[in-house]
């Protein structure tokens, strides 16, 4: 059964949408993460113009993001402060990034720069994420001790803020860098960017695990919906439509994907979705260097 | 006696003469509207209709029917190879271009009409106006036509005019899913001789309707309003979905 995208201006398979956001979704639900990582590429593989798999990507990240985060609000492991001031940083990277995405539209580059960004984001997380797990398996057999939080240069810097649910007194710099970082690879990629999220905010500014998860989810969400926002204002490239079918497929998958993650080991699972992760970037790097079928392309007037 | 003769040798002549000055075709499309919903796969309209003397083979009149539709500026890009990846490189823009255009007839264009005559109408893609603005080699000019062909946008004699009975013609002129909206012009043209000696315009639209028109209608006319709208819509049906799937 075919589908009309109204803003796409084409037809695709209602079922080949329903299925990629249900295995996307179930993906996601498994390893906890927005799946708008391989979401996107995928819109961009069947043929879907990049500006609309973008942002028709961010809306969707928000539907699949926004059951979790009432979830976690209910539980109570949302942190409202550092949350905030991840979203203030997220905001104004969101809204670099969406200027950056219209530039880069204007200019003619915006496939070559959603792929690149793809490349080398997804291809660094990949592999670091790899490598980390690998490390943990491996420190699990032999039985080392990890490393206790170091003092680095980070807490040196001024504008210190208390965050009393994540037990930290940092300055808000770190939190407002990270948060803007996202923000503009929110834009640009059409990803809530948790998968980059959670580890920055582990590592780089030592949140416990507990208030991890439910306060990325409430950054992602805030972000998506002004990504949303801008790129239905600036760019009219969000396709309600095509969000829906995705989202439709995706709740469903999630929660199937949930109960089977519940089964798999913390580092093991991390260890998948790097792989997972790679893959994709390599999909698309693959893509960049082999020589097109066409050496030309058409596309309306930007 | 003699005026008898002359009456004989004049009436064909005559009728002839009327024959010529207006011959008689008349053409009918099978809508006037073409309808884009939110199923839309491509359509197919039907140009058909009937002329007075004996169309197609070598020695008969000959039907060519044309199927334009607004106009839609693209830009064609090159790509290069930058430092191992194909980047988009050097780009021509073509503004004064058809959206959709399709050509057909009982016969190729260039063998029924002298080529004046075929620019003058614009009659075959090769007489369409492709000035670029920009990058100026033939190349990118070549490249536009394969594109917009290959996807069907663009057609030149994909179709027969096929005739039945002698006098009765029949088009079936194939419009894709990717076809842009807006007025469009048919128009189907009897040629005799290397001449067009009968034609007739006939008004197509081809619209979005329902849901599919009314949700660009308002993302273009009220992008913030849209906006807004698509966040509702999204976190709604994650919510919703969350509470319909939950196993536990």
Same mark, same amino acid.
């Given at each position: 059964?075919?589908? /009309?995208?109204?803003?796409?201006?084409?037809?695709?398979?209602?079922?080949?949408?329903?299925?990629?956001?249900?295995?996307?979704?179930?993906? %996601?639900?498994?390893?906890?993460?927005?799946?708008?990582?391989?979401?996107?590429?995928?819109?961009?593989?069947?043929?879907?113009?990049?500006?609309?798999?973008?942002?028709?990507? +961010? &809306?969707?990240?928000?539907?699949?993001?926004?059951?979790?985060?009432?979830?976690?609000?209910?539980?109570?492991?949302?942190?409202? #402060?550092? $949350?905030?001031?991840?979203?203030?940083?997220?905001?104004?990277?969101?809204? +670099?990034?969406?200027?950056?995405?219209?530039?880069?539209?204007?200019?003619?580059?915006?496939?070559?720069?959603?792929?690149?960004? /793809?490349?080398?984001?997804?291809?660094?997380?990949?592999?670091?994420?790899?490598?980390? %797990?690998?490390?943990?398996?491996?420190?699990?057999?032999?039985?080392?001790?990890?490393?206790? &939080?170091?003092?680095?240069?980070?807490?040196?810097?001024?504008?210190?803020?208390?965050?009393?649910?994540?037990?930290?007194?940092?300055?808000?710099?770190?939190?407002? @860098?990270?948060?803007?970082?996202?923000?503009?690879?929110? +834009?640009?990629?059409?990803?809530?960017?948790?998968?980059?999220?959670?580890?920055?905010?582990? /590592?780089?500014?030592?949140?416990?695990?507990?208030? #991890?998860?439910?306060?990325?989810?409430?950054? @992602?969400?805030?972000?998506?919906? &002004?990504?949303?926002?801008?790129?239905?204002?600036?760019?009219?490239?969000?396709?309600?439509?095509?969000?829906?079918?995705?989202?439709?497929?995706?709740? +469903? $998958?999630?929660?199937?994907?949930?109960?089977?993650?519940?089964?798999?080991?913390?580092?093991?699972?991390?260890?998948?979705?790097?792989?997972?992760?790679?893959?994709?970037?390599?999909?698309?790097?693959?893509?960049?260097?082999?020589?097109?079928? %066409?050496?030309?392309?058409? $596309?309306?007037?930007? | 006696?003699?005026?008898?003769?002359?009456?004989?040798?004049?009436?064909?002549?005559?009728?002839?003469?009327?024959?010529?000055?207006?011959?008689? *075709?008349?053409?009918? =499309?099978?809508?006037?509207?073409?309808?884009?919903?939110?199923?839309?796969?491509?359509?197919?309209?039907?140009?058909?209709?009937?002329?007075?003397?004996?169309?197609?083979?070598?020695?008969?009149?000959?039907?060519?029917?044309?199927?334009?539709?607004?106009?839609?500026?693209?830009?064609?890009?090159?790509? !290069?190879?930058?430092?191992?990846?194909?980047?988009?490189?050097?780009?021509?823009?073509?503004?004064?271009?058809?959206?959709?255009?399709?050509?057909?007839?009982?016969?190729?264009?260039?063998?029924?009409?002298?080529?004046?005559?075929?620019?003058?109408?614009?009659?075959?893609?090769?007489?369409?106006?492709?000035?670029?603005?920009?990058?100026?080699?033939?190349?990118?000019?070549?490249?536009?036509?394969?594109?917009?062909?290959?996807?069907?946008?663009?057609?030149?004699?994909?179709?027969?005019?096929?005739?039945?009975?002698?006098?009765?013609?029949?088009?079936?002129?194939?419009?894709?899913?990717?076809?842009?909206?807006?007025?469009?012009?048919?128009?189907?043209?009897?040629?005799?001789?290397?001449? !067009?000696?009968?034609?007739?315009?006939?008004?197509?639209?081809?619209?979005?309707?329902?849901?599919?028109?009314? =949700?660009?209608?308002?993302?273009?006319?009220?992008?913030?309003?849209?906006?807004?709208?698509?966040?509702? *819509?999204?976190?709604?049906?994650?919510?919703?979905?969350? !509470?319909?799937?939950?196993?536990?």
């Amino acid at each position: 059964m075919q589908v /009309y995208l109204p803003i796409a201006e084409m037809s695709v398979d209602a079922l080949l949408l329903l299925g990629m956001g249900f295995g996307v979704g179930w993906l %996601s639900g498994m390893f906890g993460v927005g799946g708008g990582f391989l979401l996107t590429p995928l819109l961009i593989l069947i043929g879907i113009p990049a500006p609309v798999a973008v942002a028709s990507g +961010a &809306n969707q990240t928000l539907g699949a993001s926004v059951s979790g985060l009432i979830a976690q609000w209910r539980r109570g492991t949302v942190d409202p #402060v550092m $949350g905030g001031v991840l979203l203030a940083g997220g905001l104004a990277g969101s809204i +670099a990034g969406v200027q950056l995405f219209a530039l880069l539209r204007r200019a003619g580059q915006v496939d070559l720069a959603v792929s690149l960004f /793809y490349v080398v984001v997804l291809g660094t997380v990949g592999a670091l994420m790899v490598r980390e %797990s690998l490390r943990a398996i491996l420190r699990r057999r032999g039985g080392v001790a990890a490393k206790p &939080n170091e003092h680095t240069w980070l807490h040196g810097l001024p504008l210190k803020m208390r965050f009393r649910k994540s037990r930290l007194y940092i300055s808000a710099i770190p939190p407002l @860098v990270v948060g803007f970082g996202i923000g503009v690879l929110s +834009a640009i990629m059409g990803v809530g960017g948790g998968f980059m999220l959670v580890p920055a905010m582990i /590592y780089l500014l030592g949140i416990p695990t507990a208030v #991890v998860i439910g306060t990325s989810l409430f950054q @992602v969400v805030f972000v998506a919906a &002004n990504v949303t926002l801008l790129q239905a204002w600036q760019v009219g490239s969000v396709d309600i439509v095509l969000t829906m079918m995705l989202l439709a497929g995706g709740v +469903a $998958g999630a929660q199937f994907g949930a109960s089977m993650g519940a089964k798999l080991r913390g580092e093991e699972t991390r260890a998948l979705l790097g792989l997972l992760v790679l893959s994709v970037a390599v999909a698309l790097l693959v893509d960049l260097i082999h020589t097109p079928s %066409s050496l030309f392309a058409i $596309g309306p007037m930007p | 006696m003699l005026a008898c003769f002359l009456l004989l040798a004049i009436a064909p002549a005559r009728a002839q003469l009327v024959d010529t000055a207006r011959p008689n *075709l008349a053409a009918q =499309i099978s809508t006037r509207i073409v309808e884009v919903t939110t199923g839309f796969t491509g359509a197919e309209i039907l140009v058909f209709g009937a002329a007075e003397r004996p169309l197609g083979g070598e020695a008969g009149d000959q039907v060519l029917v044309t199927v334009r539709g607004p106009r839609t500026p693209q830009v064609v890009r090159r790509r !290069v190879e930058f430092f191992g990846i194909w980047v988009n490189g050097p780009s021509a823009r073509f503004l004064d271009v058809p959206g959709f255009y399709a050509i057909a007839g009982t016969r190729p264009v260039w063998e029924v009409l002298p080529e004046e005559a075929r620019a003058e109408g614009m009659l075959g893609l090769d007489t369409l106006p492709l000035a670029a603005r920009g990058a100026q080699e033939p190349s990118f000019r070549a490249a536009l036509l394969a594109l917009k062909q290959a996807d069907g946008r663009w057609q030149e004699h994909a179709v027969p005019v096929e005739v039945s009975g002698g006098r009765l013609f029949l088009a079936r002129i194939p419009l894709p899913a990717t076809v842009p909206t807006g007025p469009y012009l048919v128009e189907v043209l009897l040629v005799r001789e290397r001449r !067009v000696v009968a034609q007739q315009t006939l008004n197509l639209e081809v619209r979005r309707v329902g849901t599919a028109a009314w =949700i660009s209608a308002v993302a273009r006319q009220a992008p913030l309003l849209y906006g807004v709208a698509c966040i509702l *819509l999204a976190s709604l049906a994650g919510w919703l979905g969350s !509470v319909l799937f939950r196993r536990s």
